[in-house]
Every structure is written in C-alpha cells, then in structure tokens.
C-alpha cells in the first residue's frame, strides 16, 4: 500500500475530490461537515480492481490550521495538488508545494477542480493560467487532470492516473525497524488504546512488541487493522490502526512513535538543512525553530555548522531540540519560525548526537564551570551575573553559555527576571510536579488542577520562584495552566452524575423567562449545602471554563450569555444606540440584570457607554478614527 495526500487552498474542493474517488467524506468532525471546511487530518481508502490499494489523506486547507497539515504531509507518495479552475492557485497552494517539496515528495498530479464552473470555451485559457502560476515549483512539469467532483467529470480518469502512478513507486522497506507516527489516540471499550498513523517503514504483526518514543515503554501489539480490515501484519506505506493495551490513552498524544525496540529518543540531532530563498538572509548561526517531524511539533534550537555563502541555502548543524522523539537518517523534516510561524525551509535527519559528541580540539572548561555553579545550587535560581563571578566568568561570556545551555535543554531558563536553574535539579522537581497533579487528577477529576500555592506546598519550594518555574513548563507545553489551576497537558475536568444532576438542577432558571438569570449567592450557598462529594471545586470549575458566567449578583449559562449577546448584535444590527430600558425590554427581564449586564458587556470590550446609552465598541472605535 501507498499513500496519497491531498494538498491545496482552501475551498478548492479537496475533501469533495476524496469522497468522489472513494466513497467516503474523510471529513471526521461534525463542525468540519456544517462549515464546510476541514480542520483536521482526513482519511480514506482508495481500492483498485486488480487489488492495488492506497491510503488517501486528505489535509487542511486553511492557514490557521497548517500544523495539522504537516502532521499528515509527511510519508505522502503521491500528491494530489488540488486548484480550483476558476480561482487558480492561492496562498496555501504555494505553501503546500514548498512543504512537500521540502519532504521529498516522489510524484504529483495536479487536479484541476471546479470544471463545471468554467464555460467550455474558457477551460483551455483557465487551465493555461493556472499551469502558468504553476512555473518554478515542484508542480511545474506534473500532469494534470480537469475534474468536476459535482458532476463526476475526469473521476475515472484520475483514477486511472493514480493506478498508474501506485503501481510505478517502489515498495518501502518491509525489514526495515517498524516507524509509525502517532496522528491520533483513542480508546475502545474492551479493547483499549487505539493508534494510528502512515506506517513510513518496516512490517507490524499481531503479537509482536514495539515501543512507545519517546516514553521509552514497551507494548504489546494485540491486533492491527487498515481501514477497518483485520489483518496479521501490515507492510510500511499502509494506514493502520493498531491495538496496544495496558497503556492510557491519556499518556498518548499525536506526535508519539511506534517504533521498533531499536530504535531510541534524542533530541539531538545532526542534521543537513535547506532553507527558502526569501528566509535566507534571516537565517542565523544559532536559531530558535518549530520543528514539524514526522506528526510532532517540537519547539528547538538550530546551530549551524556555518551560514549558508552567498547564493547558497543549504547548510549542515544540529538540531537540538526541548523534547526528544525518534528519527533515522533520511526522515525529512520542516523548520518554521516561533514567531510568526512563517515557513523557514526543511531537512533531513543525517544522525543523531550531540555537541558533546562532534569532534572537538579541546574541552571548554568556562563552560564546565558554568554547568558546576549550576549544579552546586540545584533550584537555587541565580543570574547571569552571580554565575559570572562564581565561575570567574566576565559576564559576557557567562551570558553566551547559559544560553546555549539553556537552549539544548541541559539548564532551565525561568523569566521575572531572567535566571537559572540546574536542568538535573528542574527535572527531579518536574516528576513532583506530575506525580502530585496526577494523584489530583485521579482523586479529584472534576477540578481543574493545583494552585501554585498548593504545589509550593507539596514540593516544599517558595511559591514565588515556583510560579516562574511553571511558567517555563507552561511555555513548553510540559504543563498547562487554566485560570491559575496548573495540570497536565491531557487532563480534561469530568463531572460526576451528582454533580451534573445538582447542577443542572440550581442552574435550570424559568422557562417562562429563558433570559433571566439565577442568584450567584443563592447557586453557592445551595452548592455548599448539598453534600455532593467534590461540588465546591466543580462549581469553580465550571466558573473558570466559562459555562456559568457570574454576572453581578447573577449567574448566568452559557447559552444564556450566548442568546443575550446575539440579541444585543441584533439591535445594533438597526439602532445606534442602547439604554438600560431597551436592553431589559429586549430580554424580557428588569433593570435590576439589564444595567449589570451592560456594565459586563462594557467590562468585556463589546459595548463602550456614552452618557446614558451604550455604543457597540467596534462602531465607536470606526466613528472616531474617521
């Protein structure tokens, strides 16, 4: 099996062009079908007479969702570049075709959508413009086919085209160790923690045992399917789906590697670079990118051997990366800037290593001396000046070096302001960290997390240094943080049945009047009140994720919230302005919530006053800019 990948602008009729030559919508959301827009990785399977199969993925289109569409580029064999006839090429075809041409992608066909769109008399001229808009890229010679996915135009013939261009490609390496990139997790009951993903090389059979990068933990493979289809093993190129219970899902996310028990984690690697003709002279020695590897999206550091001469966009250096994950020589990546997150170039994975590791004439010793200070202070966090005078650095130098160490990982670098912390000692600290919140979590799954306060507690750490500390965790995705509750990336707040049932029993209001809200006092104190195990901490819970909004004295749902403001854009929709009286004959409600909740749309930046009436802000803002 292969894998063909869709790519393309938005609206230019990927997911519609899949579910022509396949039967199936790979639009999985109910959100990407009612906008008619896809969000996330799509899939589907692509089946020939003479048993020839492909797995066809289908990727977002638009720009605020291009790290999903990395997280499918890779592995694609054959791409299916769509562009609409009647629009041509657009922003994100371009930035497709630099991605994958960065990735190495062997084979493209350019499909020409749309067709019925365009008068007869015109297609040639439409095709020619787009052809034309095509020069310079890795689609400039593909061939192309004119389809209609409405009226079924050109399906057969691209079909047959993708026959041919499925059985022209080289199988992958069956022996070669399994490498399967994780692009989702879920569970089944009864049968446990489902993975998926474009096995890239190697053969998975029932039974076997893999491991799980970078988590470094062993699982058993209890069975394997494509697209639905049980199979005994699978060879490299198919999509697969494979069963290995005995680990949650939780510890699981997109990005992971199933891999072969060879392999192992680095987040060093050496690496041959080549970057956009227009990022050129951005390009520096030593570069903070956002890494895209096969579904991962790692934030690291690019230290170049030397800058790219003149004419020149190529380089070879080391990837040093803030989480590990599994790679071999050969594996492409992309390299986007932190911010913004523009397109930088792509590589190719030459090796793994480490500074430590390259040929070097002589230790650094100012560098030693840094990493003792260091170590000798553990979570005592010190700038870069008092390393400078324990190490009897200039402070320059001291500077250099923490930085570089910081940006390899081996130091912890805290912000409020700048200091540093031994990476052994920050690392122990972590495990606390997690150990505590995944206890909370077990223990309490309704609440958001820990406070930093309730942390100090539990590490024995001052609060305020603790707080910096977790902000760097935060930053990095190794933690997350929810009106000042700290958790785990996966953690998701559950509410128990009694707690729902209390709920929506304080919170059900009068259906005679669906606009009038509950008192705050009364919701709290019957919430102390009911005895439910846990109710307290929910009820903050459902305060800090928005679904109860406390607006004054009241308390409103969310859908409240949500109909009141719809109501209100309404009225504005054909009146300049709003009073107090109109906003409470508008809801049907008093003065009494009217004036609160004018004062909480002012507050939220949606209506601004003026005397005794309201303006939308936006209007006001126009009015007096012009």
């Known amino acids: 099996m292969h894998i063909v990948g869709t790519a393309g602008h938005v609206d ?87 991605i994958l041409a960065f990735l190495g992608v062997p084979r493209v066909i350019v499909v020409m959508t749309k067709c019925d769109l365009i008068p007869d008399a015109d297609r040639e001229a439409a095709r020619s413009l787009v052809r034309e808009a095509l020069r310079g890229t890795i689609a400039e010679e593909a061939e192309e086919v004119v389809v209609s996915a409405r009226t079924g135009e050109g399906i057969a013939r691209l079909r047959e085209r993708i026959h041919a261009a499925l059985r022209a490609l080289p199988p992958r390496a ?20 489902i993975l998926t993903g474009t096995l890239m090389q190697g053969r998975i059979a029932t039974g076997e045992t893999l491991a799980l990068a970078p988590l470094g933990e062993r699982v058993r493979v209890r069975s394997v399917q494509c697209f639905g289809e049980p199979r005994a093993s699978v060879e490299g190129g198919a999509r697969v789906a494979v069963n290995v219970p005995g680990i949650e899902t939780s510890r699981v996310h997109r990005g992971a590697v199933l891999v072969s028990p060879e392999f192992s984690s680095h987040d060093r690697y050496a690496v041959r670079v080549r970057f956009l003709e227009s990022e050129r002279t951005r390009v520096r020695r030593r570069m903070q990118v956002r890494v895209h590897i096969g579904t991962a999206e ?3 550091t690019l230290v170049l051997d030397a800058l790219p001469s003149n004419g020149e966009t190529t380089a070879g250096g080391l990837l040093l990366l803030r989480a590990p994950t599994a790679a071999f020589p050969g594996v492409r990546f992309i390299l986007r800037r932190v911010s913004p997150k523009a397109l930088l170039g792509g590589g190719e994975i030459v090796g793994a290593g480490t500074i430590a590791e390259r040929p070097s004439t002589a230790a650094d010793p100012a560098r030693e001396s840094v990493l003792a200070v260091l170590r000798a202070r553990g979570l005592d966090a010190v700038d870069a000046a008092r390393v400078a005078f324990e190490a009897n650095l200039r402070e320059e130098r001291a500077a250099e070096i923490l930085q570089e160490l910081a940006e390899r990982g081996a130091i912890l670098r805290i912000e409020r302001p700048v200091a540093y912390l031994d990476g052994a000692a920050a690392e122990l600290l972590l495990e606390r960290v997690v150990a505590a919140l995944e206890h909370v979590h077990a223990m309490e799954p309704w609440a958001l997390g820990m406070t930093s306060l309730a942390l100090s507690r539990v590490t024995d750490l001052a609060e305020q240094l603790l707080v910096r500390i977790l902000a760097a965790w935060v930053l990095t995705g190794r933690l997350k943080r929810t009106s000042g509750y700290y958790a785990l990336p996966s953690h998701e707040p559950r509410f128990t049945p009694e707690q729902q049932a209390l709920f929506a029993r304080l919170l059900a209001g009068d259906p005679a009047q669906p606009l009038v809200p509950v008192a ?8 102390k009140r009911a005895g439910v195990q846990g109710a307290l901490k929910a009820f903050d819970t459902l305060l800090a994720q928005g679904k109860v909004v406390k607006v004054g004295d009241a ?12 109501a209100v854009e309404s009225f504005f929709a054909s009146h300049e302005t709003m009073t107090p009286a109109q906003l409470r004959d508008l809801l049907g409600t008093s003065r009494k919530y009217a004036v609160p909740l004018l004062e909480w749309m002012d507050a939220q930046g949606i209506t601004i006053r003026s005397g005794d009436v309201r303006m939308l802000r936006e209007r006001a803002k126009s009015r007096t800019m012009s």
Do not use: C
């Open 520 to 527: 705050f006092d009364d919701v709290a104190g019957a919430v």
């Open 12 to 98: 230019h009729g990927k997911s519609a062009l899949v579910e022509a030559l396949t039967g199936t919508h790979p639009d999985r959301w109910a959100e990407e079908r009612e906008r008619g827009m896809t969000l996330d990785l799509g899939f589907a399977h692509l089946r020939f007479d003479d048993g020839t199969e492909a797995g066809i993925v289908d990727v977002p289109g638009h720009e605020r969702f291009l790290h999903n569409m990395l997280a499918g580029a890779a592995g694609m064999e054959i791409l299916l570049l769509v562009v609409a006839l009647d629009e041509g090429p657009m922003p994100q075809t371009y930035e497709h075709l630099q």
């Open 298 to 300: 790692i934030l690291g």
């Open 555 to 566: 308390l409103y749902r969310a859908e409240q919230i949500a109909r009141i403001r719809s």
């Open 174 to 193: 069956p022996d070669a160790p399994v490498y399967l990139p994780v692009d989702r997790v879920f569970a089944l009951p009864g049968h446990g923690t």
